[in-house]
């Protein structure tokens, strides 16, 4: 088994930052963030892509970092929560309006909501078919499960986003 | 470290590809395509193969095009492309309809088109599509290139017509035909759920008349079903409410789904009946609304 292909060296960029890194082919992108660089804002939930908790962007499009390899993140960009905040730790408008809306209580899901949002708002800016309506919110945050809050104050907080995201740059 | 121990190669032709899966000839090897299944299957140490061949970095295996009334879509296309190609909608609305039932975007934003057909999951949108169209399905192997109909392609529970050292590269579907109207339905526990059932239909009208109804049906049985009783009891008619009863039940008469926690099978029979309906009943009004 241990041929060479085991483990391979990669080059991505994580939060602006790029890294040449050397990695275990089998290690999820999810544990990759997590463990080898710390970034513990990434959660893990359910580990096979139903929960959302660990969704991150790559390449500018929303992806589950629970469900691929790191070793096939790279030449890739990547972004997480931590990725988000300004230079002086502000936060993004995304994360302003979750707090305004009380859209979290224990936590958990809020950095997959976070992610998730983010994509609709950036979806939107570029022009692409993106969630209007409450229905249609609702409908698009499925991905995303929070044990908390019964919702409705995340759908609040993320029609909120995307009224204020379309015109703010991110 | 959730995946077992496996050897990684990312080739970057398809004849290197076909080679990784040809050499060792043990049969242990696992292409890597989207891997919304594949990994999750990885790590929950379900699937431990000895070798991945990603196919990620292969190029000219994500485009989509249309040419001579043929609609090719790459293996590597991802499902929000597919969803969001103004040539997928017009030439294929029916994959289009049913693609944003898989998953959720970002599932979509890194799931393939190929992948999902070659994993044949018998719930899933595409495979049902695919069998509902009679897609063929492109595959390169050592021994060349040949296509497979998808009538021959899924032969049992996320089993495939390919040999252990086929790459599916294309999937190739006759381009929608004026006079034409597509519906997908299903039914799941919750938005992105894999379908307790759920139908795909394509109607073409002469007039008023049905000159040629495909139905296929998902999550009933092994593989994607076609409902070939249901079809032959639309052509030649009206699509009122009489003939729809009669192909509903024509299409259920002989399914044996089986039992999960989430339905019985009677229950599922009845929702594929419920489905079928709904289906041709919608895809009838838009082959009128196309003229």
């Known amino acids: 088994m241990n041929n060479g292909n085991t483990t391979r060296e990669i080059t991505l960029t994580v939060n602006g930052r790029k890294r040449t890194v050397t990695i275990e082919v089998r290690r999820t992108l999810a544990d990759f963030l997590r463990e080898d660089l710390g970034l513990t804002a990434t959660h893990l939930g359910c580990e096979h892509g139903v929960c959302g908790a660990c969704t991150v962007i790559v390449d500018g499009a929303t992806e589950r970092s629970c469900t691929q390899l790191a070793v096939q993140a790279d030449g890739r960009e990547v972004t997480t929560v931590e990725g988000l905040n300004g230079p002086n730790g502000e936060l993004h408008p995304v994360q302003e309006a979750l707090r305004d809306h009380h859209s979290f209580q224990c936590g958990f899901c809020t950095p997959g909501f976070v992610m998730a949002i983010h994509g609709m708002v950036e979806e939107k800016k570029a022009g692409r078919p993106s969630p209007c309506s409450r229905a249609e919110i609702r409908e698009e945050l499925s991905g995303n499960i929070c044990r908390c809050t019964g919702y409705q104050s995340i759908i609040d907080g993320a029609e909120a986003a995307l009224a204020a995201g379309a015109g703010k740059e991110s | ?291």
């Open chain 2, 1 to 291: 470290m959730k995946p077992a121990a496996f050897e990684y190669l990312s080739p970057t032709s398809i004849e290197e590809a076909v080679q990784a899966l040809t050499d060792p000839d043990d049969g242990d090897t696992k292409v890597l395509a989207g891997g919304q299944s594949l990994v999750p299957l990885l790590s929950l140490r379900l699937a431990q193969p000895a070798r991945i061949v990603d196919i990620n970095r292969i190029p000219g295996l994500g485009e989509i095009t249309e040419s001579g009334g043929v609609l090719t879509i790459g293996t590597l296309v991802r499902q929000r492309s597919a969803e969001h190609s103004d040539v997928v909608r017009r030439a294929c609305p029916l994959m289009a309809e049913a693609l944003p039932h898989i998953g959720h975007t970002a599932i979509r934003n890194r799931g393939t088109v190929g992948g999902s057909i070659a994993h044949a999951d018998p719930a899933a949108e595409l495979p049902t599509v695919a069998a509902c169209l009679d897609a063929e399905l492109v595959a390169r192997g050592p021994r060349g290139e040949r296509v497979i109909p998808a009538a021959e392609f899924f032969t049992g529970f996320f089993t495939t017509a390919l040999a252990e050292d086929e790459i599916l590269t294309a999937v190739r579907i006759r381009s929608a035909a004026p006079g034409t109207g597509a519906a997908y339905e299903e039914v799941s526990r919750r938005h992105g759920d894999f379908a307790m059932a759920g139908v795909a239909a394509v109607v073409r009208l002469d007039g008023d008349v049905v000159a040629e109804a495909r139905i296929a049906i998902s999550g009933v049985d092994l593989v994607p079903v076609r409902a070939g009783k249901a079809e032959a009891a639309l052509v030649g008619r009206v699509v009122d409410e009489p003939t729809l009863v009669a192909a509903a039940e024509a299409g259920v008469a002989d399914l044996h789904p089986s039992a999960d926690l989430h339905g019985s099978a009677p229950y599922r029979k009845h929702l594929a009946g419920v489905l079928i309906r709904k289906a041709v009943r919608t895809a009838a009004q838009r082959a009128r609304e196309s003229r």
